[in-house]
């Protein structure tokens, strides 16, 4: 089997491939390849379809050649999409819900026409941005239904490419995983330190970061840009973390933690500033310059947001802007 390239070819061979890519492609073909990127591997893809998995990785190898590139990379811990492949998810998608609508059609089913906007978002803003966000949302169209999922910088990222989500409020990341993605910055956001009212550390007047490693720490997910972000923060100090920390991308389990001991939460603003507003915890007066990093608007660079989901991501501007 010719192995598919990504190179240049002239015109009369793509009108081959062409003609040949539109003559024997299947169904089956397009189901196995959106199954895959949606489940990121071929056990998960294989499972939800009822086959084996040689038989997953036969037909996308089918659909390779017949497309002539590399739609997806396959490695031992899943599958990532390139970028002809995110090019290709949304057209392989949208051909199969026309053949949805078809057999609907057929059958005399009439399709319900309720919105449905998927919204993915980092942890550390569920406790302010993404509350208020959805709140708002909610009280102006409580007639669109609204899918939330959290998770991971990255996590978010390969969602939005194997069209899981439509629109993340998440953070910029490299180059090469931002390709075929476009992002509208809401801000900077710093790493904070913060504390329970009450703590020790509240009472020193001016305490340093020699002073917090005294204390228990709840510290960022390792991988996550809020845990580079402390990481550089305490060795401009010339120290770094101790080996027993609590990591965790959990706000809500942050606050909790924080809020009833001695622990010393190092986490981005969004994630501590409810429970500051509210007088359950302080910020200490550390200086943190240098630990910003931008938080925003992510989507596919392909496709263009309908009404609803835009005016969500209008009211994520709206709260995010400085008051």
């Not at 989500?165 to 075929?180: E, F, L, Q, S, V």
């Not at 913060?194 to 960022?220: K, N, W």
């Not at 972000?229 to 060795?235: D, K």
């Not at 027993?244 to 001695?262: F, K, M, N, S, V």
Request: glycine share 8%; aromatic share 2%; with cysteine.
């Amino acid at each position: 089997m010719r192995k598919p390239t990504d190179g240049g070819e002239d015109e009369a061979a793509a009108g081959m491939r062409s003609a040949a890519f539109r003559s024997r492609v299947r169904l089956r073909h397009l189901h196995c390849f959106v199954a895959v990127a949606q489940a990121r591997g071929l056990g998960r893809a294989a499972e939800q379809l009822g086959l084996t998995q040689p038989a997953i990785s036969k037909t996308l190898n089918e659909l390779e050649e017949l497309a002539g590139t590399r739609l997806l990379i396959r490695q031992r811990s899943g599958t990532q999409l390139t970028t002809a492949g995110v090019q290709f998810l949304g057209l392989a998608m949208r051909v199969l819900d026309s053949v949805d609508a078809a057999a609907d059609s057929l059958a005399g089913v009439t399709a319900a026409t309720v919105e449905r906007i998927r919204l993915g978002a980092l942890p550390s803003i569920v406790p302010a941005l993404l509350l208020d966000t959805v709140t708002q949302f909610r009280r102006a169209h409580p007639e669109v239904a609204l899918v939330v999922q959290t998770g991971m910088n990255r996590e978010l990222i390969e969602a939005l490419k194997a069209d899981q989500i439509d629109i993340a409020i998440a953070r910029m990341d490299d180059p090469t995983a931002m390709a075929g993605l476009w992002f509208e910055s809401l801000g900077p956001e710093p790493l904070v330190l913060a504390v329970r009212a009450g703590h020790p550390l509240a009472a020193t007047e001016r305490p340093t970061m020699l002073d917090v490693l005294a204390y228990p720490l709840v510290i960022p997910a390792q991988g996550s840009i809020p845990r580079h972000s402390i990481e550089s923060l305490l060795s401009r100090h010339g120290l770094s973390l101790p080996p027993a920390c609590l990591e965790t991308a959990d706000a809500y389990l942050g606050r909790l933690i924080t809020a009833q001991g001695e622990h010393v939460w190092a986490a981005p603003l969004s994630a501590a500033r409810r429970a500051v507003a509210d007088g359950e915890l302080m910020l200490l007066p550390i200086d943190t310059q240098g630990t910003e990093e931008p938080i925003g608007l992510l989507r596919r660079g392909d496709r263009t947001l309908g009404p609803m989901a835009e005016a969500l991501a209008a009211m994520a501007r709206d709260l995010s802007a400085p008051r």
